[in-house]
């Protein structure tokens, strides 16, 4: 079964701690992403990755880190320095195809807590 | 930058209604626009992917139209039925930021029995 898997489902976080989300798919993508989901918000990009040992910044990329080194794989550390975590994060991944890209396909979500 | 707007942000119809969902975008170079639904707590299935030089796509119930020109998709639900409640989100894929997608805060659908 092709898909995107993201663990864990939920994820509790004290203050001052790094804490890791897990994110594999076996799709054959080239690009990976992780998006962060607020209540009453839309979806808002924090970092993606197009290729392997490269990765960029998006829109909301203070307190996180990433590393892509491996096709499969794009794990996100929201590290203490992000202040407010409490939130939806969801995993995506596509691919180029001809002059444009697949549709993008995403995982069920981690859903982290600050406790 | 590009801005996604999707209208209304809520919407609560009996059973059997056709309907309509609206998305609109501020900059028409876009490689392609995709629609999603999200069930609460869930993550996000892909519905409809429309290629920039597509001008619908269709799918069991579904029907997706995109105008570039004007910056308008709509996403077209025809019999409505409980189980269709969710929320639609829209995304673009702007040329200007290669695959990376923006999108709306999406329309809250409720159809009643």
């Known amino acids: 079964d092709g898909g995107i898997t993201q663990s864990p489902k939920y994820l509790f976080r004290k203050e001052g701690q790094n804490v890791t989300l897990s994110c594999e798919q076996n799709?054959?993508?080239?690009?990976m992403y992780w998006y962060r989901q607020d209540p009453g918000q839309g979806l808002r990009l924090i970092y993606y990755?197009?290729?392997?040992?490269?990765?960029q910044k998006g829109d909301i990329a203070e307190g996180y880190s990433v590393s892509r080194e491996k096709k499969e794989s794009f794990p996100l550390t929201v590290t203490s320095a992000q202040k407010n975590p409490t939130a939806f994060y969801l995993c995506?991944?596509?691919?180029?195809?001809?002059?444009?890209?697949?549709?993008?396909?995403f995982g069920q979500g981690t859903r982290l807590t600050v406790v | 930058k590009q801005e996604v707007t999707q209208i209304p942000a809520a919407l609560s119809v009996p059973e059997g209604e056709n309907l309509v969902l609206n998305c609109s975008f501020t900059?028409?170079?876009?490689?392609?626009l995709q629609w999603f639904r999200q069930d609460p707590g869930k993550g996000l299935t892909s519905l409809l992917l429309?290629?920039?030089?597509?001008r619908e796509q269709t799918s069991g119930r579904l029907n997706a139209s995109l105008d570039k020109s004007s910056g308008r998709s709509t996403l077209y639900i025809a019999a409505s039925q409980p189980g269709d409640s969710a929320t639609y989100l829209c995304?673009?894929?702007?040329?200007?930021?290669?695959?990376?997608?923006?999108f709306g805060e999406g329309t809250q659908l409720t159809v009643n029995p």
């Open positions: 429309i290629q920039s030089s597509q």
């Open positions: 990755s197009q290729i392997v040992n490269d990765f």
């Open positions: 995506a991944s596509s691919t180029r195809t001809g002059g444009s890209y697949t549709e993008a396909f």
């Open positions: 995304a673009v894929a702007p040329k200007t930021s290669g695959s990376r997608l923006t």
């Open positions: 900059d028409s170079a876009i490689y392609n």
């Open positions: 799709l054959n993508h080239d690009a």
